[in-house]
């Protein structure tokens, strides 16, 4: 996935400072998105999934709660 906006860059470096980074460089921060956003489509895919199983359109909570667990 190549340059997309579904996670901003400014957010991601706030997470990697709350986690106790001091430095971020910005090659850290574009692979902490790709990562993330592939995860991200990846758990979604999952959830819904399990949405439909359960004969719903809607992803619950619980559907992303469940498909992390997998």
Do not use: C, F, Y
Request: glycine fraction near 6%.
């Amino acid at each position: 996935m190549a340059s997309s906006r579904l996670v901003p860059i400014a957010s991601l470096e706030a997470l990697m400072k709350k986690a106790g980074a001091p430095r971020v460089s910005e090659d850290a921060k574009k692979a902490l998105k790709e990562i993330l956003e592939q995860k991200g489509i990846e758990l979604t895919k999952h959830a819904l999934e399990l949405a439909n199983h359960a004969g719903r359109k809607t992803i619950r909570g619980k559907d992303i709660n469940l498909a992390a667990k997998r």
